[in-house]
Every structure is written in structure tokens, then in C-alpha cells.
Antibody, heavy 117, light 112 residues
Framework: QVQLQQSGPGLVQPSQTLSLTCAIS??????????WNWIRQSPSRGLEWLGR?????????DYAVSVKSRITINPDTTNNQFSLHLNFVTPEDTAVYYC???????WGRGTLVTVSS | DIVMTQSPDSLAVSLGERATINCKSS????????????LVWIQQKPGQAPKVLIY???TRESGVPDRFSGSGSGTDFTLTISSLQAEDVAVYYC?????????FGLGTKLEI
């Protein structure tokens, strides 16, 4: 059974970098059949897909245009996990962030990240 | 971007009755390469993370009760709960994974 364990701070100061990690058990970040996504949810934006990474003989990433200039998603094959880094955050980036395996899940438990000084 | 439009916004159904939720995409999510609809239905119970109920528009995830069913193709999809149980109170979302960016409907709040 695949499980995703999220970690990272719940409070980030404006203009700083939001960093979250998603540890995978029961699957491999290097799997050549699935993709690993970050999605966030807020009352103002609803559910918003941020980006994904996946391996198909080499690594690929896709990002949402809305965050493309600020986002990085990295796989970590050593620790079988993947990470999200979102730079120059503002209060509008306050949301619950989820890591999600492919389209069929599972979803991580979510991390509420508040951007505030 | 593909816009996903759900209806209704909210729905109240009696226990044991049928609930039907609709989802319409602004363009087809049927892939010609695999002849599958790239659409999932997601359930989010209060205070919990979302959970995928149905993928490929009509395939139930393992462990999902068979009272949940998905149908439709192309741009029009339906989630049906055949006999509503108390534990089905949740917000239900459709999501397309046909093209980047993957997009979601705004959700349908299902109440008893």
C-alpha cells in the first residue's frame, strides 16, 4: 500500500521560500509508470495543481503557469521522496499543500502553510 | 486550460436515496491514444485529505463501495451514489488529468 508522508514548516514569512517534502513508501519516486504531484487548496483558489515530476528514462517536470517562475519540484532518489520549493511567497500562497501520487492517488495528509510575518 | 464545471453546487439527499453529481469539461478529456477518459472523482470529508473514488471516469478505486459509480465520456460525466449513507457526507470534486495544468471543479457539497 502506497503511503505519502509530508513534512515541512507550517509558517513561512513573506518573500521567503516555502519548502515541503513528501516521503514515499510502497512505491518508488523513480517509477516509470507514475508521476508525483503537488496540489494546494485554499478557500479563494479551491484545488490548484502546482506541478509534477516523473521519470521516463530521464527526469521530467511540469509546472503550472501561475507559479512557474517561483516553483521547483525535485525528486530525491536516495531518500525516495520529492520536494516542493516555492520562492517569494505572499499571503496568497497560504493554503493546505498536498503531495499526490499520479492521478489515482493516494494523497498525502496535507500541510497547512501560512504565509505571515 | 480545461475548465471543469460541476453541478449542483450543493445537494441534500435522504439516507438510502440516490445522489447524482454532474461534471462538464470545456473540452474533451477522452484520449485517442488509450481510448480512456482522463477524469477522476474525488471525495473530501470534513477535515480530511481528498481521496480518489473513481479514475478513468468509471473505474472504482480499490476498497470504494460499489454504491459509487462513474459514467460519461468526452465532456460530460456523472458521479452517482446509488443509496446514500451517512458517511458519504462530503464535498465531491471532478478533476481532469488530460492536459496540463490539471484542473478541478469547484466541488459539490453533499448533505443528508
Amino acid at each position: 500500500q502506497v503511503q505519502l508522508q509530508q513534512s515541512g514548516p507550517g509558517l513561512v514569512q513573506p518573500s521567503q521560500t516555502l519548502s515541503l517534502t513528501c516521503a514515499i513508501s510502497g512505491d518508488s519516486v523513480s517509477s516509470n509508470t507514475v508521476a508525483w504531484n503537488w496540489i494546494r487548496q485554499s478557500p479563494s483558489r479551491g484545488l490548484e495543481w502546482l506541478g509534477r515530476t516523473y521519470y521516463r528514462s530521464k527526469w521530467y517536470v511540469d509546472y503550472a503557469v501561475s507559479v512557474k517562475s517561483r516553483i521547483t519540484i525535485n525528486p530525491d532518489t536516495t531518500n525516495n521522496q520529492f520536494s516542493l520549493h516555492l520562492n517569494f511567497v505572499t499571503p496568497e500562497d497560504t493554503a493546505v499543500y498536498y503531495c499526490v501520487r499520479d492521478s489515482s492517488g493516494p494523497w498525502g495528509r496535507g500541510t497547512l502553510v501560512t504565509v505571515s510575518s | 486550460d480545461i475548465v471543469m464545471t460541476q453541478s449542483p453546487d450543493s445537494l441534500a439527499v435522504s439516507l438510502g436515496e440516490r445522489a447524482t453529481i454532474n461534471c462538464k469539461s470545456s473540452q474533451s478529456v477522452l484520449s485517442s491514444s488509450n481510448n480512456k477518459n482522463h477524469l477522476v472523482w474525488i471525495q473530501q470529508k470534513p477535515g480530511q485529505a481528498p481521496k480518489v473514488l473513481i479514475y478513468w471516469a468509471s473505474t472504482r478505486e480499490s476498497g470504494v463501495p460499489d454504491r459509487f459509480s462513474g459514467s460519461g465520456s468526452g465532456t460530460d460525466f456523472t458521479l452517482t451514489i446509488s443509496s446514500l449513507q451517512a458517511e458519504d457526507v462530503a464535498v465531491y470534486y471532478c478533476q481532469q488529468f488530460y492536459s496540463i495544468p490539471f484542473t478541478f471543479g469547484l466541488g459539490t457539497k453533499l448533505e443528508i
